[in-house]
């Protein structure tokens, strides 16, 4: 079905009780609902917003557009967890009600400074002429949960340069100032993170660019800076870049680019690498905070924009990923599930084994499950793993060691779409052994290589029957793996 503009800007409230109902039954009789990762309960989520840990929780919200699984008029929904794993479900946490997001409360993130979390997001606006203006806007949230939006926006429209495409700000701390990044595009329709400075969270300042030496891409979306240990990860979505061989092959790329430590009194990159952080075919707009315990936690949207979804038609789109900590060795990004998904885990069942061609295990298959192999002693061209193996199904994932190669297949994974994007991916990889940790939803699954060293993530919908799981080695290979369950 074709949604017209009327019924994208149609907001919750203006729809019946009994519309809504057929909205959650059609949702609630989809057989790819996922069992643990966070999920609207009707319509669209794409990226997370305001992730951050303030009054011993941790607090996310999502893009939301609740009546259709397409983009529409965006609200931020919310949720709250103790432990990133088990969350509750606390309903809109902003509504596009004010004439400054008229067309959807937008993308932005989160900060803490005394009892308050601060929420600075865009809101998005049109006039009738269907022009853009953008908005960046404040509200707080107190310890009772009470959000509160500021009476005017912060910063209004764009600044000489730059067009409406100017969003989703990223708000840090720095030698007594806080700074603020935008996602922007110039008028010369190039990617740019634009950002501003102030004192007190309310007054803002432009200061310019940030100077980084990465060209590419027409707008950049979703910017975010955080330091690990000596080093400093800026992000963005750099909407436009062009595939390059194994790279950047989704509609959209989702990178960060390892640099020196900004200083923002003079914010200079010093590479221009920019790195995907996911090398699966579903990942977009990830966000970082830094929790109390230290750990920077990563969180991204298991979708894109611009890419038609399979639970379209179930009136429901979208997840989002498993958390991830992040930390650096030898100069590299690596992304490992959180720790506390270890508690979700239950029923495990190990083998040991050295394999020659494929492999079966007793208790090694289902949908729904966490998986953790390793391949040592690697004779030959090819180890990996074929996940919902079922009636003419199978997701591939193994390490082509001829190539020194990566490949996640999805080929015959099940319903296939977005298929002009290609069905393959790939990264260039060189180690010895081949670890694997690997969590299954019904419809997704996040692949995590040599301790996170990369990521594969990825929507699959396969048959509910397709369940088989199967280890290859040609020729040979030692194998130690273990399956658990996952229960919520
Ligand atoms: C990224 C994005 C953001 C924007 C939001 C709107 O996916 O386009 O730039 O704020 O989604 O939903």
New binding site residues.
């Given amino acids: 079905m074709e949604w017209t503009r009327e019924q994208r800007y149609r907001r919750l409230e203006d729809i019946t009780g009994k519309e809504y109902e057929d909205l959650m039954e059609s949702v609630n009789s989809c057989i790819y609902r996922q069992k643990y990762h966070i999920q609207p309960k009707t319509g669209l989520l794409?990226?997370p917003n305001g992730f951050s840990y303030y009054n011993g929780e941790y607090h996310i919200f999502y893009?939301w557009f609740p009546i259709g699984p397409v983009?529409g008029i965006?609200y931020w929904y919310h949720m709250v967890s103790k432990d990133l794993v088990h969350w509750i479900d606390k309903g809109i946490g902003l509504s596009p009600d004010t004439e400054y997001e008229s067309h959807?409360v937008?993308?932005g993130s989160g900060f803490v400074k005394d009892d308050l979390l601060y929420l600075f997001y865009?809101g998005n606006t049109r006039d009738k002429d269907w022009i853009r203006k953008p908005y960046q806007c404040l509200a707080t949230m107190d310890k009772d949960g009470n959000i509160n939006k500021y009476n005017k926006p912060l910063i209004i429209d764009s600044p000489e340069g730059y067009t409406d495409n100017f969003?989703?700000p990223n708000v840090f701390e720095q030698n007594g100032y806080y700074y603020c990044l935008i996602?922007a595009e110039n008028t010369n329709n190039e990617g740019r993170i634009v950002y501003y400075r102030s004192k007190d969270l309310f007054d803002w300042q432009l200061m310019g660019e940030v100077n980084i030496p990465y060209k590419g891409g027409f707008m950049w979306?979703?910017p975010d800076y955080f330091e690990i240990d000596d080093k400093g990860i800026i992000m963005f979505?750099s909407q436009g870049q062009e595939k390059s061989g194994n790279e950047y092959n989704n509609i959209f790329p989702s990178g960060y680019i390892l640099t020196d430590k900004i200083d923002f009194s003079n914010p200079v990159v010093t590479s221009d690498i920019y790195n995907e952080f996911d090398r699966g075919f579903d990942f977009?707009?990830p966000q970082t905070m830094k929790d109390n315990k230290g750990r920077r936690i990563l969180i991204g949207w298991l979708g894109l924009?611009g890419v038609e979804c399979v639970t379209e038609k179930n009136n429901w789109a979208h997840c989002l990923t498993l958390p991830r900590e992040l930390t650096i060795k030898n100069n590299r990004l690596y992304q490992r599930p959180i720790s506390e998904l270890d508690n979700i885990k239950c029923n495990p069942i190990t083998i040991s084994d050295t394999i020659k061609g494929n492999a079966r295990f007793d208790g090694f298959e289902g949908d729904i499950y966490y998986l953790n192999c390793k391949f040592t002693d690697i004779i030959g061209d090819k180890v990996g793993i074929k996940l919902r193996v079922g009636d003419n199904e199978e997701t591939l994932f193994y390490y082509d060691i001829l190539n020194s190669e990566l490949v996640f297949d999805r080929s015959n994974s099940g319903i296939q779409y977005a298929v002009e994007y290609g069905s393959v991916r790939k990264c260039s990889f060189n180690e010895k052994d081949l670890q694997l940790e690997i969590f299954m939803d019904s419809s997704s699954v996040e692949i995590f290589v040599n301790d996170g060293l990369e990521v594969f993530t990825s929507r699959i919908y396969a048959k509910k029957e397709s369940c088989g799981i199967e280890f290859f080695a040609e020729n040979s290979a030692n194998i130690e793996a273990t399956i658990c369950d996952i229960r919520l």
């Fill in positions: 794409n990226d893009q983009h965006k959807g937008f993308s865009t969003r989703d996602g979306e979703c979505c977009y707009a924009p």
